[in-house]
Nanobody
Framework: QVHLVESGGGLVQPGGSLRLSCVAS????????MGWYRQAPGKQRELVAA???????SYADSVKGRFAISRDNAKNSAYLQMNNLKPEDTAVYYC???????????????WGQGTQVTVSS
């Protein structure tokens, strides 16, 4: 079993910044990809950013140039630096990880409990 714990959400004014953190713990041999998704009220969950173990990243068009994802493989952690936040960034942000619990290499998907980000003046 693997647990993901997010932190760093909160209320921020438009133009402000927040940094989200996600730490994975449990039966972990390798983490193939870590990512952040978000879900606003009445909308589907969407991918915000993802990073693979080698460091390659991908971003939703709506956050390119404003958000940056990073990870610390030694700490089984991922981070999302969010700058120039806009009201439309308001959502619950979820951490996701594709984890191999053993050397067999089969990966499983895990999710955190979510952290609220509210951008409002």
């Amino acid at each position: 079993q693997v647990h993901l714990v997010e932190s760093g959400g909160g209320l921020v004014q438009p133009g402000g910044s927040l940094r989200l953190s996600c730490v994975a713990s449990g039966s972990i041999f390798s983490i193939y990809v870590m990512g952040w998704y978000r879900q606003a009220p009445g909308k589907q969950r969407e991918l915000v950013a993802a990073i693979v173990s080698g460091g390659s990243t991908s971003y939703a068009d709506s956050v390119k140039g404003r958000f940056a994802i990073s990870r610390d493989n030694a700490k089984n952690s991922a981070y999302l630096q969010m700058n120039n936040l806009k009201p439309e960034d308001t959502a619950v942000y979820y951490c996701h990880a594709a984890v191999a619990p053993s050397a067999l290499g089969i990966g499983y998907d895990y999710w955190g409990q979510g952290t609220q980000v509210t951008v409002s003046s």
